[in-house]
């Protein structure tokens, strides 16, 4: 009878031993689980520890939804750039405006570092409302082209805005180039090398009215004759214009603020001379002397693409722009 309490009492204490034992194992086990959730934790939370080191207060991750302050972060240049490509031109209140029209040309007066005395005087009165007549923010030379038709025939590869544009490349200068909706029109292949070779293109208007732009009946008239051109620019080519020249160069106060509102700059020129008429062409010879004396700090000079003694001096004009220690850059 004794042996069998003491069986009875061997049994239950190897029982209860196991059942000890088996809970050690257990909580062993749920300590290496947390130490490892802890592990994990800790890992996880380094973000959170480099935010609250700079000032971010820390909160808990939330694997359904990214973090607001991370949000704002990957939003933020997206934000940005659409607020530069929809922001809104400041308008510019026709009320008031002056409506005459005024003919613009440097004149010969220069002051003592050659800038035209005539382009400074316009600069002053009119660059508020977005008009370049000199750069007097830049000592560069800038090279803008006028292109009214192709010459000799349009969308050659071999014609002159061809040649200029091999020039440009050559000697690794970007020039602007004003377009009328005809040029562009019926010279594809030219505005295509244009884009892709880095030369900026500017609107010269629909149909270059030979009175000027104010000379149009109404506000709207003129309006058309920048959109017109802008609009196939964009729908044809993908191509954004914001440079505009006007026709002749007559403008006034009024047509100024017009051409601001629609978002653009208004580009006039403190060097040109007459070289349009593709039939009393210019002596190459006289005209590259009176290009490099006329050089001066923020010059915009206006060449026209049809004259085939452009052609001829551009590559010398480059570089002796460059030998006088100035630089040729693009229009900003």
């Not at 805005?161 to 020039?167: G, N, Y």
């Not at 440079?243 to 060097?271: C, D, M």
């Not at 460059?322 to 630089?327: D, S, V």
Request: hydrophobic share 30%.
């Amino acid at each position: 009878m004794k042996n069998k309490k003491y069986l009875v009492l061997l049994v239950m204490a190897a029982a209860l031993a196991t059942g000890c034992g088996n809970k050690e194992t257990k909580t062993i086990d749920t300590m290496a689980e947390t130490q490892i959730q802890d592990k994990n934790d800790v890992t996880t939370g380094e973000n959170e520890v480099d935010e609250v080191e700079n000032g971010v207060e820390a909160t808990e991750p939330n694997n359904d939804e990214v973090p607001d302050s991370t949000k704002e972060q990957d939003s933020e240049p997206e934000e940005k750039q659409e607020q530069e490509e929809t922001k809104e031109i400041e308008q510019i209140s026709l009320d008031g405006l002056d409506t005459e029209t005024k003919g613009w040309g440097p004149g010969g007066n220069v002051n003592d570092k050659n800038v035209p005395t005539g382009a400074t005087m316009y600069q002053n009165k009119y660059g508020h409302l977005g008009a370049d007549f000199v750069r007097t923010d830049s000592d560069a030379i800038f090279l803008t082209f006028d292109e009214g038709y192709e010459y000799p025939e349009a969308n050659s590869p071999t014609g002159n805005t061809a040649q200029i544009l091999d020039i440009l490349k050559e000697k690794n200068v970007k020039a602007v180039f004003f377009v009328t909706l005809p040029y562009a029109k019926t010279n594809p292949d030219l505005i295509n090398r244009m884009i892709n070779e880095g030369h900026i293109i500017g609107n010269h208007s629909v149909n270059h009215p030979s009175n000027g732009l104010p000379s149009l009946a109404t506000v709207e008239d003129q309006q058309n004759e920048l959109t017109g051109v802008h609009d196939y620019l964009l729908e044809n080519y993908n191509y954004k214009m914001s440079l505009f020249r006007y026709p002749t160069g007559a403008f006034s106060e009024q047509s100024l603020a017009i051409v601001h509102n629609l978002g653009y700059k208004s580009i006039f020129w403190s060097f040109a001379y007459k070289d349009w008429l593709t039939d009393a062409q210019p002596d190459k010879t006289e005209a590259l002397k009176t290009m490099k004396e006329k050089l001066h700090p923020g010059a915009i000079y206006l060449l026209h693409a049809v004259s085939t003694t452009n052609v001829q001096v551009l590559g010398d004009f480059i570089d002796a722009v460059k030998a006088q220690g100035y630089e040729i850059q693009p229009y900003e």
